[in-house]
């Protein structure tokens, strides 16, 4: 039933020192079911749409006589669960799947029992368990579905036994008396709420007023052979132990032809007394005294809502305690006592009747002396909750006694004799209530306890509670009432384990030690987190920054280690692995940065849990002394972090040449920028910054003199970041150009001595196709009198672009499976050597909440600039049109070995000068993406793994994406942007990226995922997936399951595969029904993207909105469809 909630078994520490290649992430365990709160009670988790059954199921749960009689039912009767696919056995799958649910909510230690197994005996699919259905004829149609289950077993009347009663009809002729009666069955009571104050009033209305038959509308009597007056009247025969009262909140509006669920105030009491309805009424009052145990409770209106239910616990099971209990303030006896007899309409009559000297009074007078007694009428305070007065009377029969024309009322005799010692009783009762709410003076379980119990969650409440579910839009739908009389044996109280099977107990007993251990695994495999151990006298400090000596395999180790363990265990847990260590330990934290690995804080604090210290998961820890590595001493911190520059300077020889040298150079943070002349060996000169923002392209700054001292991160200079270094010496060897503008690279310098070929027009050349494609380039070349070596050959592919160059020079044109009539193109660009990549960086960042802190780099509606900054026009999506494609900055090209990893391109791509104007912290901070169509496509996941391991190919472009944070997705996480629909709007919030494991990739766990990331009801929300192409969105609340022939189980599709194909950064649409109903997901964009695709992706969110505003003052915004009833039922095998 549970499976295995844990793939692997982790031990607390454990070690490896491979870093890096062929790493694999931990595969992220399943999390066990939580054990049950304070309130020691079970809940049941919602399936999606399953909360009236849930309702349903606890109070058949919480009806101890109903759960008993199941459990009564052996395997000898039932067939066993073991034996449901045989098809020569006769197994009673529903009965015993109660049965086993039942046990799982009185023993199993989890917060919410699931409710799958039952469903599938139902033969629902998934329709049925998404689908709200009316718990009224749930409970119709479970009680028949048992009903058939156990027909030739020994529990075959157990329904009709518990539930059964039958109404009698009777037409009495005014003539000669005759009595014409027809009997009817019931499992549950219907009673009208419209136009009634409450229970008591109903049952009135059915079971003691008449209806006369008279006038025109006389009766047949078969008697008398004639139309005659008679009185028709209905009473209650025969009363089941077990009462169910349906109440009639929706109604049909025929003037507006529409459903409406009725909200009026309805009455009903926690006691109720059935005798004035009844037959027979010669027994005594007891035997027809019922109390309310169960209230099923319905929020919303007629199309949609919730339910949950409030239950007695009748055997005291849970643990009834108020969180938020306030200590009550003294409370004085005649107060109390006043106070309990105004609220108490019957103690108030008893008292003025019992005052009369002859014992009767007129029920006229009766009422002015109850004006004058408490100060206000009874129509004022009493007919809304217990009707007239003269009504109240006569429901309480066995106290009054009125006169044959209802216009006197007395007091029973042995009521006028016990009126006098109500007070006292009353004093009694109140003494009670006291030292009942004091701790030590009585026991608090003898009390009522009610619970609510709302799908998974079970939250203590008060009786008084109740009250709040007589009216509004949340309130009683179906009412539960047991009889007085029925008590539960001493042996039953708080004892979970009472009459369960033994071998219910045994299987309950044996998950619970299963859940148990799974739990303590769960919590030690989820503390558990991966160092990198940086051994100092494996590294030498280089340039600025650590480096390791030899390999990085061999100078870092990995350790798997407790992160609720404290920072001593980790240095001891250490020393153990470093037998060869000697001298002090000192752990710290240390990064990687583009010019190496920095260390930026030391750990102190042995007592301290790594939790505590905030260390995380993958980070790197430096091993060493705390003082040197390599007789070197190690500047630590973040002001000293080093930074890698790009110097530009004139070469060093002739002074005639003009031409600039570019030197990556490592410079402390914290260092005066003026070191800079010192580490290139020059005396003095000026130094320009990169000013990349600036209109019309770059240029550069010059740095005064005074402030050569300021350091490099006060001067705003970051990774990446390029300076210009001019020797002020020499005014003739100036670096400016002739339109003013300063030369940046040496590439500027070469493009402007080469003479222009771009006017050359194709030509045909004929070779023969066993040359190779070194001969072949050669022909080229000398065709078009071009010399060098710094060109190369790609095939024009079917859309007339060029495609792959072709790598191979010595391969025969055939060999690379070349045809007559193909094109080759020749383009300028020696080809990387074998194993080296040319990747092109964009940036890509998308609108939203996280998007990183930055200087402006461009206007959102700039075009492309001459220099190909931008290849991408769109307009970036806002609120209420994100879903607009996001354009991409072209950042410049990285050429960087196959062998590379992914961290390291980061790292690469973070040098690049048109990235020095973002505050990157790390590799780690950036999301990287391959390029589809101007789009990310597929995510690259692992900074460790090694750029051949991706299949990038040479013409592989990457868009980088900022983070807040760091981020390590594992093997089965899927990264989506979802987008909150904004009610009342068709448009939708700013995307948040939510990570989703899609394990089971299944819609119930997705739609689950973004009911935990929103804090919505899971009930409470609608989700689709959008296709940007075809600007359509697919619901996935819709969702299918098949059933194979077989075995009858069900085979759940994955939102990966059709119709959904969901990968890495979809864009999922989430809908609020507590908000909004409509069942529309889509957009005006959409509507106009449908129409004429192209104006729909050029089209303008301001020109949207005025042109939705116009269509809707236009025309009406059509109701909301509803969706078609489905009716339900459950499937039962043939028992007979």
């Given at each position: 039933?549970?499976g295995?909630?844990f793939?692997e ?5 454990s ?9 694999e ?14 309130t020691n009670?079970?809940g049941?988790?919602n ?16 009806t101890p006589?109903?759960?008993e009689?199941l459990?009564?039912?052996g ?12 098809p020569?056995?006769?197994v009673?799958?529903i ?6 649910l039942?046990a799982?909510l009185?023993?199993?230690d ?6 799958a197994?039952l ?11 998404m689908?709200?259905?009316?718990v ?14 156990l ?10 036994r518990?539930?059964h ?6 037409i ?7 009595v ?9 009571l219907?009673?009208?709420v419209k ?14 007023e008449?209806e ?5 509308n ?9 139309l ?7 009473k209650?025969r025969k ?25 009026s105030?309805?009455?009903?009491p ?14 005594d ?5 019922y109390?309310l145990?169960?209230v ?5 209106g ?16 849970g ?12 409370v ?5 006592q006043n106070?309990e007899?105004?609220?108490d309409p019957l ?8 005052q ?5 009074i007129?029920?006229?007078?009766l009422g002015q002396?109850?004006l004058?007694k408490?100060?206000?009428s009874w129509?004022?305070k009493?007919r809304?909750?217990y009707g007239p007065?003269?009504?109240?009377l006569?429901?309480?029969s066995?106290?009054f006694?009125l006169?044959?024309d209802?216009?006197?009322?007395s007091?029973?005799?042995?009521s006028?004799?016990?009126?006098e010692?109500?007070?006292?009783r ?14 030590g003076?009585?026991d ?15 939250q203590?409440?008060?009786e008084k509670d ?7 839009k949340e309130?009683?739908y179906?009412l ?12 039953a109280r ?6 369960v ?5 045994n299987?309950?007993d ?6 148990q ?8 495999t989820n503390?558990i987190?991966e ?8 590294y030498?400090?280089?340039?600025g920054?650590l480096h390791?000596v030899v390999?990085?395999?061999?100078s870092?180790?990995d350790?798997t280690?407790d992160?609720?363990?404290?920072l ?10 470093l037998e060869?260590?000697?001298?002090d330990?000192v ?14 804080q030391?750990?102190?604090g ?5 939790c ?6 993958e980070e ?25 520059l ?22 402390p943070a ?6 800079v ?5 020059i005396?003095?000169?000026?130094i320009f ?6 209109v019309?392209?770059e240029s550069?700054t010059?740095?005064p ?9 006060e ?6 970041s390029?300076i210009?270094i ?11 150009t002739?339109?003013g503008?300063w ?9 402007v001595?080469?003479n222009?070929?771009?006017?050359l ?7 023969k196709?066993?040359?190779?494609v070194?001969?072949c380039?050669?022909i080229?070349?000398?065709k078009f ?9 790609r095939?024009?592919?079917?859309c ?16 690379l499976m ?8 020749l ?21 939203g909440?996280?998007?990183?802190g930055?200087r ?5 509606n700039?075009?492309p ?16 049109d ?9 950042l410049g090209?990285?050429?960087?070995s ?5 961290g390291?391109?980061k790292?690469q ?14 590799p ?7 390029v589809?169509?101007?789009?990310p496509g597929r ?6 793994q090694?750029?051949?391991e991706?299949?990038?190919g040479?013409?592989t ?13 594992g ?5 989506l942007?979802?987008q909150?629909?904004?009610p009342?709007e068709?448009a ?5 990226d939510?990570?989703?494991?899609a394990?089971?990739g ?15 009801p899971?009930?409470?929300i609608?989700?689709a ?9 697919l ?10 022939k077989?075995k ?25 029904l507590?908000v ?6 889509s ?8 129409e004429d695709?192209a104006?729909g ?10 042109q ?11 109701g909301?469809?509803?969706?078609p ?12």
């Open positions: 039933m549970f295995d909630l793939e078994d982790y031990s607390s520490v070690t490896t020192n491979q870093y890096g290649k062929g790493k992430l931990k595969a992220k365990p399943l999390e066990p079911p939580a054990p049950r709160e304070f009670l079970s049941i988790r399936q999606g749409g399953t909360c009236y059954l849930n309702s349903l199921l606890q109070t058949l749960h919480f006589e109903f759960r009689a459990f009564s039912l395997p000898e009767e039932l067939g066993s669960l073991e034996e449901k696919d045989n020569d056995a006769k009673r799958i009965p015993l799947q109660l049965q086993r039942f799982q009185l023993l199993l989890q917060e919410a029992a699931s409710t197994d469903t599938d005996s139902f033969g629902w699919t998934s329709n049925e368990e689908r709200q259905h009316d009224q004829e749930l409970n119709r149609i479970l009680f028949s579905a048992l009903e058939t289950s027909v030739g077993t020994s529990g075959h009347d157990l329904i009709n518990l539930y009663g039958t109404i009698v009809n009777q009495v002729c005014k003539e000669c008396k005759n014409s009666e027809k009997q009817e069955d019931f499992l549950d219907t009673v009208a136009n009634v104050t409450g229970l008591e009033d109903a049952l009135w209305n059915m079971y003691v008449e006369v038959f008279d006038c025109d006389l009766y047949h009597c078969g008697s008398c052979d004639r005659v007056k008679a009185a028709k009247s209905a209650l009363l089941p132990p077990f009462l169910t009262v349906s109440l009639l909140r929706f109604n049909f509006d025929f003037v507006k032809c529409e459903r409406y669920k009725e909200t105030c309805y009455t009903f926690l006691r109720i007394n059935l005798k004035p309805f009844c037959e027979q009424s010669q027994l009052d007891l035997e027809y005294m109390d145990f169960s099923i409770i319905h929020k919303g007629c199309y949609g809502g919730h339910y949950h239910v409030y239950i007695k616990d009748v055997d005291h099971l643990n009834w305690q108020l969180q938020e209990e306030k200590s009550k303030p003294d004085n006896l005649k107060d109390l106070e007899e105004i609220d103690m108030i009559l008893k008292t003025i009747l019992s009369e000297e002859s014992n009767l007129l029920v006229d007078l002396k109850f004058k408490i100060g206000i129509n004022k009493y809304k909750q007065l003269r009504k109240f006569q429901l309480h066995q106290i006694l006169s044959s209802q216009s006197k009322v007091l029973l005799k042995n006028s004799l016990q009126a010692s109500d007070l006292q009353k004093d009694q009762q109140i003494f009670k209530t006291l030292t009942s709410e004091s701790p003076l009585n608090r379980t003898s009390c009522s306890h009610w619970f609510d119990i709302n799908d998974s969650k079970v203590p409440i008060e109740i009250k709040q579910q007589f009216q509004g309130s009683a179906m539960f009432y047991r009889k007085s009389q029925l008590q539960r044996p001493p042996e708080a004892n979970p384990r009472y009459r099977p033994c071998h219910l107990l299987e309950m044996a998950a619970n030690i299963e859940l251990t799974k739990r303590t695994e769960y919590d030690s503390n987190f160092l990198h151990l940086h051994l100092g006298p494996h030498h400090f280089f340039n920054a390791p390999s990085q395999t061999e870092v180790w350790l280690f992160k609720r363990k404290t001593g265990d980790l240095r001891q847990s250490i020393f153990q692995l060869f260590w000697e001298g330990m752990l710290s934290v240390a990064k990687f940065v583009p010019a190496g690995l920095h260390i930026y030391t750990l102190d042995d007592d301290l849990t790594l505590d210290i905030e260390i995380a998961d790197d820890i430096f091993v060493w002394n705390g003082v040197e590595v390599g007789g070197i001493q190690i500047p630590t911190g973040i002001d000293c972090e080093p930074l890698l790009n110097v530009l300077h004139p070469a060093t020889g002739s002074e005639e040449c003009r031409q600039l040298v570019e030197s990556p150079l490592v410079f914290n260092a005066e920028v003026g070191t002349f010192t580490a290139l060996a005396p003095g000169g000026v910054t990169s000013n990349t923002a600036s019309g392209g550069w010059a740095i003199k005074e402030d050569l001292k300021k350091t490099f991160r001067q705003g200079l970051r990774n990446g390029s210009l001019q020797d002020s010496s020499n005014d003739n060897n100036s670096l400016l002739k339109q503008k030369i940046t690279t040496v590439n500027e310098v070469d493009w001595q080469v222009n070929l771009c006017q027009e194709s030509e045909e050349e004929q070779v196709i066993s040359a190779t070194n001969a380039l050669k080229m070349l000398e009198g071009l010399p060098g070596d710094t060109w190369h050959l095939k024009m592919d079917w007339y672009e060029a495609g792959e160059p072709l790598c191979e020079e010595d391969a025969t044109l055939k060999e070349l045809c007559s009539g193909d094109t080759l193109l383009t300028e660009g020696k080809l990387p050597s074998p194993g080296l990549l040319n990747v092109p960086i964009w940036w890509y960042q998308p609108p909440p996280k998007s990183q930055k402006h780099l461009d206007q959102t700039c075009t600039s001459q220099g190909g900054v931008w290849r991408a026009t769109s307009t970036p999506g806002a609120a209420g994100v879903h607009a494609d996001v354009p991409l900055r072209y090209d990285v050429k960087i196959e062998d590379a990893t992914l390291e391109l790292a791509a973070m040098t690049l000068p048109s990235l020095s104007e973002f505050f990157i912290p790390s780690a901070f950036l999301r990287a993406w391959t589809d169509s101007k789009r995510l690259l996941r692992k900074n460790q090694q750029l051949r991706y299949k990038l040479r013409r472009e990457i868009c980088l994406e900022p983070l807040q944070k760091e981020e390590h997705l093997p089965q996480d899927m990264l942007r979802t909150m629909r904004l009342g068709r939708y919030a700013l995307p948040m939510m990570v989703w494991d394990a089971r299944t819609a119930s766990s997705l739609r689950q995922r973004v009911a935990d990331f929103y804090s919505l899971v009930e409470k609608e989700i997936k959008y296709f940007p192409d075809k600007f359509e969105w619901p996935v609340s819709s969702w299918n399951q098949q059933i194979t077989r009858k189980k069900k085979k759940q599709d994955n939102l990966q595969g059709a119709p959904y194909y969901l990968k890495d950064g979809d864009i999922i649409g989430i809908k609020n507590l909004e109903e409509d069942d529309d997901f957009t005006v964009r959409d509507d106009i993207g449908r695709p104006l992706k050029r089209k303008s969110l301001e020109a949207l909105r005025v939705s505003n116009s269509l809707l003052s236009s025309a009406e915004t059509p909301r469809p509803h969706r009833e489905a009716s339900l039922s459950i499937h039962v095998g043939s028992f007979r």
